[in-house]
């Protein structure tokens, strides 16, 4: 999703001089803001505000919230583009970013005002570049075949581990395999977000529900135990105490076996 649009006006000048007029709508106050935005969308939002200006929008769904970060600007919403916005946020589509873009032509002063270098008369155009929204339909812990939260749940569970308060995600796969790769994450955690997302390629009848068991307890073994720190030391990610952790696995034999297996022979890599 990438818009090259430019708003024409430049706004050098809007620097110390208060905040624009607003043609039609004045500003709300974030609270308002908020709950105005609220009350369109079905699910839990969380609006941060910003004062950037390349990124002026920014949406992602993290464990059921709808994470919105805004550039101040938009509290000058119209009950339009607000619509838009929640329409946006929610589902992506080309009718509800056209309004937005629409409202971020006619408010490039303001936007410049709140941005943080239009100081420097840095903000002479604006542009709208929504970033990439993870919606619904693209993070999902259900499957084709598999639902990631029964499963981080039964290893939660036979491993006595605490999952509260952690994502579980099937990723968007970019990455590949093939001959020319040595090695492919099937799992990774976002400590940021507490997040696990696993590989899609995982989400198939010929994977064995304790190989994904495997794949999601070591994610949750990252949850647990964070990567240490020393000074003057490399980050370390797998540490020992990690990997002792990670071999109480019951079939973690099998499950070293199988990966390999896979590896090999369903995503054609050249593992020994
Ligand atoms: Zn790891």
Redesign the pocket.
Known sequence: MHDDKKADSPCRESKGHGVPESASSPLMSEQVFRSRLAALCKGPIQVDFTFNRASLLRASLVRGVIKIRIQHAFRAADDNTLKALADFVQKPESSSQAILKGFVQSRSELICFFAEKAQSGQCAQVEYVPEKLLNGRELKPQGRHKNLEKVLAKVADDYRLDAKGIGIFWSQGREIAGPKRRSIRFGSFNSKNRTIRIHPVLDSPVVPDFFIEFIVY?ELL?AIFPPTKKPQERRS??TGQFKQRERLFARYDEAIAFERKFAREKLGMKIK
């Open positions: 070591h990252h990610i797998h």
